[in-house]
């Protein structure tokens, strides 16, 4: 079966008093929706969340990849460091990004998963405990879900834990944040990865547990309209 086409746009979404940065892709025939949340001064043009995003897309989900922070506070944190540990302002874009994409004409009836990456993960874990509504499952690569603290009790979605087999420090986090997650939760592994899976043939892997789970767990949903 050949691959869908993309419809490939970029947009400035506003959000929370602010207007962010974001990159589409919209298969024929799309199956679900997935908004990726970047973190540690990432952002939509990371190299390997627009990988999994391609492979999303080749698979029928439609990808929104969205800068979290302004050109302005990217400036800014390029010299602090701190605006991509302030998680309580990332979870309110992610969460704001979210009402976005389920309200959007264009994506009506999708179901929503969230993926997130480093800082960016527990920000989309705060968002989906917001929107358990809306949000139907997320995806971490490498991510720091500890940092969600006591929201993780509230998080209902099924989750999927992506760390490298190397990454001990993130490893050791993850299982601790495992406990408190309060829905269905799966640790995948890849063995002798690192924290961002520059090894041959890891980030091939972390796409394919990501594009498994959304597929699974992301479901059609009715909107205006429907009877």
Avoid: C
């Avoid at 405990?129 to 209902?156: F, K, T, W």
């Amino acid at each position: 079966m050949s691959a869908p086409d993309i419809t490939r746009q970029s947009l400035r979404i506003p959000v929370a008093g602010v207007v962010l940065d974001a990159d589409v892709g919209v298969p024929e025939s799309p199956r679900g929706a997935v908004l990726f949340a970047h973190g540690s001064g990432s952002g939509r043009r990371s190299p390997r969340n627009r990988y999994v995003a391609d492979v999303l897309s080749r698979a029928g989900v439609v990808t929104v990849l969205a800068d979290l922070l302004t050109a302005e506070e990217e400036r800014i944190d390029m010299q602090t460091g701190t605006l991509r540990f302030d998680i309580g302002l990332l979870a309110e874009r992610v969460t704001t990004l979210t009402d976005w994409v389920a309200h959007d004409e264009s994506f009506a009836g999708l179901g929503v998963g969230l993926f997130g990456a480093s800082t960016g993960a527990a920000a989309a874990l705060i968002a989906a405990a917001n929107r358990p509504a809306v949000v139907q499952a997320v995806v971490s690569r490498g991510g720091r879900p500890d940092l969600a603290g006591p929201r993780l009790h509230e998080v209902r979605q099924p989750t999927l834990l992506i760390v490298g087999g190397r990454d001990a420090l993130v490893l050791e986090l993850t299982r601790e944040a495992m406990r408190k997650l309060g829905g269905t939760v799966r640790l995948a592994v890849v063995p002798d990865a690192t924290h961002l899976f520059e090894e041959p043939g890891a980030l091939e892997q972390v796409a394919r547990l990501a594009r498994d789970w959304f597929l699974q767990h992301l479901r059609p949903v009715p909107h205006d309209g429907d009877d």
